[in-house]
Each structure stands twice: as structure tokens, then as C-alpha cells.
């Protein structure tokens, strides 16, 4: 089983990841953090013996500002993670709006909306320290996604109105397709 040093050690070790880190660091956003399926297709890839990696529709890039809230300003800063790495399929968003699209109380903050991600093995960030030294927060705690188990959030269990929300991803991401050593658990 792998531990949280292992994990941040696999990252820094991970010549692409390391790029990416480095590149968002640039930016200089608020609470940053590059998470979701970044950092779990990763333990996934190496705890299955992969030795190519998983394709990722996206790199999730979050940050929390709560003076600038609106779409434009995110993507001004896609737009710039574009220009600085143009094949890299970026996604960024201000966890200080995303409440209002979730229909959901505030956030306080980037690891608060981290911890309301839908699967306990998604709620995973990391960044940059001032060293370049990864970072990782794992609100929901490491155990389920090194077990390869899939769960929803405490966030989700607590509110059953999302159970569909927490289904319909399951079934959309098809993930034991292609790591077949999921234990998948739906509610």
C-alpha cells in the first residue's frame, strides 16, 4: 500500500506531472491546487503495474479567489496555461464560484471544495511548495484510493439528493474498463 510520501515521491519523480505542476505554479493563483483525476490515475496506473499512462480527458486546475468571481477570469487563466503548454487539455475553475453551479453552500476554501468531490478516491490535490516540492491533500484521506476502492465523499453520503450525481459518474467514467482492480461501490 502506498503512502502519502510515496505518492508526493511518485509525482516528483514524474517528469510530465512535474511539468504541469510547475507550469500552473507559474500563475500564481490563489490556494491552488491540480487535482481529481491527475493525481488518482496515477496511484491507479502504478498500484495496477502500468507502465504507460492512463490517457486523462482533462488536468483539473482549482483555485479559490474570492475577489474575482466569474467565468472570464477563468478562462483567462486557461488560456494562459494553453499558451505556456499548448497540448495539455486544461480545465480551471474558481472553487469561490462553483457553489452557485452546484446549487451548494460556499466553500471556504480550495481543500473544503476538494473534500465535496462525489468519489473519496477523486478528493486528491497536490501543488508546489516554494521549493518545488509536491504537496498533497487528501481530505476524504488516502486509504480508499490505495485500496483501489471507489466511494462516494462523506459529502455525498450526507446528502442523498447527489446519490444520482454519484451513480450516473460511476457509470459514465467506466473506470474498472480500465483498471480492472476497482472495487466499486454505488449507493
Known amino acids: 500500500m502506498l503512502t502519502e510520501d510515496e505518492i508526493t515521491s511518485l509525482i516528483e519523480e514524474d517528469e510530465w506531472m512535474m511539468e504541469i505542476l510547475k507550469t500552473v505554479k507559474v500563475l500564481n493563483l490563489s490556494d491552488w491546487w491540480v487535482c481529481a483525476g491527475f493525481v488518482r490515475s496515477k496511484i491507479w496506473d502504478v498500484l495496477h503495474g502500468f507502465r504507460v499512462r492512463t490517457p486523462i480527458p482533462d488536468i483539473d486546475v482549482i483555485y479559490f479567489d474570492s475577489t474575482i468571481i466569474n467565468e472570464l477570469e477563468e478562462k483567462k487563466n486557461e ?92 457509470l459514465t467514467k467506466n473506470w474498472e474498463a480500465t483498471w480492472n482492480k476497482l472495487n466499486i461501490h454505488r449507493i
Not at 96 to 120: L, Q
Not at 122 to 131: W, Y
Not at 159 to 167: A, G, R
Open 79 to 170: 488560456g494562459r496555461l494553453k499558451y505556456l503548454l499548448p497540448t495539455i487539455p486544461w480545465s480551471v475553475k474558481n472553487e469561490a464560484r462553483m457553489h452557485i453551479r452546484n446549487n451548494i453552500d460556499p466553500y471556504s476554501s480550495s481543500v473544503d471544495a476538494i473534500s465535496k468531490f462525489p468519489e473519496t478516491a477523486t478528493a486528491l490535490g497536490v501543488k508546489l511548495d516554494e521549493r518545488d516540492k509536491v504537496i498533497l491533500t487528501a481530505p476524504c484521506g488516502i486509504s480508499d484510493v490505495v485500496n483501489l476502492e471507489v466511494k462516494p465523499t462523506p459529502y455525498f453520503l450526507e446528502n442523498k439528493e447527489l446519490s444520482f450525481i454519484y451513480n450516473q459518474r460511476i
